[in-house]
């Protein structure tokens, strides 16, 4: 039988291993209730964008307006207040709006105060451009944290992973869809951008590109796009 002091190493990359999924894990649920796919008999996906609004917003909505598409787009606050005409326009396209934290910061490490006060102030920022309050956030980096829980319970917020995420920050669009095709189907979550954290004009071309050749390619396989909301809470 092995020593305690043999076994320690093995418990300690366990213990790694566990907080490592706990932090950033699709399925994880350790930091906060949180949803990653919907209900797999229903043919139906949930397109998201994370870090908008940005200058270049406006061409994916009209995109998906061309195919009546509904989409999630996960805004963060300080981006809000700077463009708030592009928020208004995502809400009043039908989509919807999610909290992505006002600043954009890498959670773990930070306190709960932190935190809840970063989404808080997202929070009003959506509020006064939508008049509606978020009830989904996803996480700057997917990045969850001790204190997590709470704020989302404070503030009525649901967490949102992803399915797939298509890396779109850094590969061309041939590349992003070849990230997101294998996660396609029923319920999937797909993550895309239509903005780089907190820069200003930001080159969101390939994301464009993506959602180009995405939608009618889901819509001609048989997909229906939905909301994160229709998706992970059905009506029917």
Same mark, same amino acid.
């Given at each position: ?21 706990? @932090? =950033?894990? *699709?399925?994880?649920?350790?930091? &906060?209730?949180? &949803? ?13 964008? $994370? ?8 061409? /994916?909505?009209?995109?998906? !307006?061309?195919?009546?598409?509904? !989409? ?25 709006? &999610? ?10 490490? =930070? ?5 809840? =006060? ?7 920022? /959506? ?10 956030? *996803?996480?700057?980096?997917? @990045? ?13 917020? +649901?967490?949102? +992973?992803?399915? !797939?995420?298509?890396? $779109?920050?850094?590969?061309?669009? $041939? ?8 996660? %396609?189907? *029923?319920?999937? /979550? ?9 820069? %200003? *004009?930001? $080159? ?10 995405? @939608?009618? #390619? ?9 909301? @994160?909301?229709?998706? #992970?809470?059905?009506?029917?």
């Amino acid at each position: 039988m092995p020593s305690l002091a043999a076994l320690a190493p093995v418990a300690s990359m366990a213990g790694a291993g566990f907080m490592s999924w706990a @932090v =950033r894990g *699709r399925s994880s649920a350790v930091f &906060g209730p949180s &949803g990653w796919r919907g209900n797999p008999c229903r043919d139906a996906v949930a397109l998201t964008f $994370d870090d908008g609004p940005s200058e270049g917003t406006g061409q /994916i909505l009209e995109i998906l !307006a061309r195919y009546n598409a509904l !989409a999630t787009f996960f805004q963060i606050g300080a981006n809000v207040d700077r463009l708030p005409e592009v928020t208004r326009a995502v809400h009043q396209g039908g989509h919807l709006i &999610g909290n992505h934290s006002y600043s954009h910061p890498l959670f773990c490490f =930070r306190t709960p105060g932190f935190m809840e =006060r970063d989404l808080a102030r997202a929070q009003e920022a /959506i509020g006064k451009q939508t008049g509606m309050r978020p009830e989904w956030f *996803r996480a700057p980096f997917g @990045v969850r944290w001790f204190g997590m829980r709470a704020a989302q319970r404070r503030l009525g917020l +649901m967490g949102v +992973m992803w399915t !797939a995420i298509g890396y $779109d920050w850094s590969l061309n669009a $041939d590349g992003v869809m070849d990230k997101l095709m294998p996660g %396609v189907g *029923r319920g999937a /979550i797909l993550c895309l951008h239509d903005g780089r954290e907190l820069r %200003v *004009r930001p $080159d969101i071309g390939e994301t464009v590109e993506t959602v180009r050749r995405l @939608v009618p #390619l889901l819509l001609d396989r048989g997909y229906r796009f939905e909301t @994160v909301s229709q998706l #992970l809470c059905p009506t029917t």
